[in-house]
């Protein structure tokens, strides 16, 4: 999974990560950007400072509160516009959460491919659904379907993050946005956790389930050099 997940990062394709508070977005966003080339310019957006990335052309973007008379609050929405001028590469957000939305995936689709972001959702289908209402929250009114090719069209993946029952912290699902069907974004399974029992510690008992269907991403990862065995997607994993 993460031979997959490490490809797609270098072969540029958009990622969004999902989960709920305390499930491990930001350190796994930091994990998955350690995959980045040295080479491009990146830009980070953040509301507080947690980002680690390591590489060396990193501009740091911070949002501020009001002030006590209400003014000087400066906004992620702000911050993301102004990034477009800075040449960047690719913009890591740390928490897509308003109106900003709109934003990054209009630059997901105007040159700024392999960015990534996390988003407060319980599944990947209602990150998606996430995505919608904060894009409405832009007060554009858009249609629906507008909203949704935006979106099909901008991101590749979504991984989906659990804290589980033993406290352990895993990514539970790994999914690819594959396209429109009709009015409503089609997505397909390429790794899910399946939760088999308790173990005698307490730690909980499941495996990584392949779904067996070869991703449509597999042509940019071959584009940018990178041929990916077809066991990848084949091979189950116990985990405990």
Known sequence: MLEVLGAAVRARI???????????KTTFLNMLSSYIPESERLVSIEDAAELQMQQENIVRLETRPPNVEGKG??????LLINSLRMRPDRIIIGEVRGDEAFD??????????????TIHANTCRDALARLESMVAMASL??????VRQQIASAIGIIIQISRLSDGS???VNVAEITGMDEDVVSMQDIFTFVRKGIGANGRLIGAF??????PRFLERLRLSGIILPQETFERSMEVS
């Open 14 to 24: 958009s990622i969004v990560i999902s989960g709920g508070t305390g499930a491990g």
């Open 73 to 78: 609050a400066v906004h992620q929405r702000q």
């Open 104 to 117: 990054m995936l209009q630059a997901m689709n105007t040159g700024h491919e392999g960015s990534m972001t």
């Open 141 to 146: 009114n858009l249609p629906e379907r507008a």
């Open 169 to 171: 912290r895993r990514v």
């Open 209 to 214: 389930q392949p779904s067996r269907i070869r």
